[in-house]
């Protein structure tokens, strides 16, 4: 079935993930983790009204209980679920380097001349490897090469090229740095809810009843948690990400440098 016009694959991919994640997130919150943590408050509230001084239970249903942890939690997954996409895609590309798409023998030199067959080559190559990196810096630098017959502009092509694969890759991790950023801020929405539902309560503490107060609290500053966790996590694999991309952009150039531009030879 085709595409609709004008929605690329990442865009189905990042719409299906989301509404997947949300359900199964949803769908966890709602069988386990709110009803395990309706059970851990209850048996709370009952201690606290038998003995003011005891220690709450700590639960991890409890820490995970609100809507501003199942909003991190989704968008942090989400997020993964397009860094992995985004990575995928590199492996795929660097899987190129290890191909010879010049095919000529040790010390052949390559000549202006040559440059029209050696890009039909490239050019021969199936739809979804052509828009590769390294096939449109290689096409880039012949077609060049075959034009000017200087070896330095075959490298100004081939660095520009590889140039604008480096910007494009950096900007398209645009969304995934307003999630990390979104992330905190929901916590901190939750830390802003939970300080102002406990100050709702506060005459209930001077009453003696202290577990509305603390229950408030806890969200106020298990939300804060969560997300300053997630968001840690997410913020050191986006920048292992990044690392692997400019890795990729450079190898990229480094493989056009050995194996095509020391081989020109312009007369």
């Known amino acids: 079935m085709k595409r609709p016009l004008g929605i690329s694959a990442e865009f189905l991919y990042q719409t299906v993930s989301l509404v997947v994640i949300v359900i199964l997130v949803h769908a966890a919150y709602a069988g386990i983790i709110r009803p395990r943590g309706d059970a851990a408050l209850a048996r709370q509230a009952a201690a606290a009204a038998s003995d003011n001084a005891a220690a709450p239970e700590r ?13 991190a939690i989704i968008l942090a997954l989400w997020a993964l679920a397009i860094m992995a996409f ?20 040790e010390g052949v030199r390559i000549l202006p001349g040559d440059t029209r067959e050696l890009a039909r ?7 979804s490897q ?4 390294l096939p449109r810096a290689l096409l880039a630098g012949l077609q060049r090469f075959g034009t000017t017959r200087r070896v330095q502009d075959v490298a100004d092509a081939v ?14 991790l645009s969304m995934i740095r307003y999630i990390a950023w979104a992330i905190p801020s929901i916590g901190f929405l939750g830390t802003v809810r939970g300080i102002g539902d406990a100050l709702g309560q506060a005459h209930l ?22 997300a300053l966790l997630v968001s840690l996590l997410l913020m050191f694999i986006l920048h292992q990400l990044q690392l692997e991309q400019e890795r ?6 480094a493989y056009c440098e050995e194996k095509l531009t020391q081989r020109l030879q312009a007369n």
Not at 89 to 96: D, H, M, P, T
Not at 205 to 226: C, D, H, K, M, P
Not at 248 to 253: A, G, N, P, R, S
């Open 59 to 71: 639960s991890i249903y409890v820490l995970l209980y609100d809507w501003e942890q199942e909003a």
């Open 205 to 226: 503490a001077i009453e003696g009843n202290i577990f509305g107060v603390t229950r408030s609290l806890g969200t106020a500053f298990n939300s804060t948690l969560i």
């Open 159 to 172: 660095h520009a090229t590889c140039d604008a694969e480096g910007e494009r890759l950096e900007s398209e």
């Open 86 to 105: 985004k990575w995928a895609g590199v492996l795929r590309q660097r899987a190129f380097l290890q191909q010879d798409f010049i095919p000529l023998a």
């Open 248 to 253: 990729f952009v450079l190898d990229t150039e």
């Open 130 to 133: 052509r828009r590769a990196l």
């Open 121 to 127: 080559q490239v050019q021969a190559l199936p739809a």
